[in-house]
């Protein structure tokens, strides 16, 4: 086996396995998965009429310029709200892969609740920077900033699901590699969705850490031995007689 393949392995191995599992298991393994790209090409289909593309954009279409209580109720159908600079397959060639898998490794609930808090991690950090403005650079934004249409399941596909699986199932170089794309992307273009990748990203790994601090406090109180000893200690203090009275 190649080093190529053996580093391969040893990183992505993990997330192989979880994700193996519950396909093998389930034959209906990402119906959200499948939903989703059903509704992106809806949206999609809608969007690009005369009629449909004023409700589309009032439907999902989330900007840092919008009052707080629209932005939260836009955030859910903002997720399959198809992007102006992604081509008409570009959605669902994301939301397939990356919700899907997320589906197998994280169930429903757990997938239902990251995306669109992922989101909206992105969608507050636009509030704060063009609040703060540029001369609070580079967390600051300019003002014209407010008025871009943060649209489309980059924020919550490509970056929250994808860092959250990695460091999860501890692909960390995988992990690493997506990271150092969005950075580069932000030092390309400069743009506000690799900012607000950025924001999500960070927000992410808080999530990861909180999570690792949480398993650890909980295997250190199991293995403690705080409580009732176990039924071993207890028969291995009894002589051969006690035992077999």
Known sequence: ??????????????????????????????????????????????????????FVRDAGAVRAADPLWLALLRTPPSLFVPALDLPVWGAPARILPAVGLAELCLGRRRLLALAPAATLAGTLY??????????????????????????????????????????????YVTASAVVAALVFEVVLKGNLVGKEHLAVIGA?????AAGEVRQRCSRERVGSGSGAPPIQSWTARLGPAQRRS
Request: hydrophobic share 50%; charged share 15%.
């Open 1 to 54: 086996m190649s080093t190529l393949a053996r580093w391969a392995r040893a990183d992505r191995g993990p997330l192989y396995a979880a994700v193996r599992g519950p396909l093998v298991r389930r034959r209906r393994a990402v119906p959200l998965a499948v939903a989703g790209v059903r509704l992106t090409a809806a949206l999609h289909a809608v969007h690009t009429q005369p009629w449909g593309y004023r």
């Open 204 to 208: 992410v790994l808080v999530l990861c």
């Open 126 to 171: 636009a509030r704060l920077g063009v609040r703060l403005g540029p001369a609070h650079a580079p967390p600051g934004l300019p003002a014209p900033d407010r008025w871009v249409v943060d649209t489309g399941p980059s924020a919550a596909v490509v970056v929250a699901l994808a860092v959250f699986l990695t460091c999860r199932h501890r692909a």
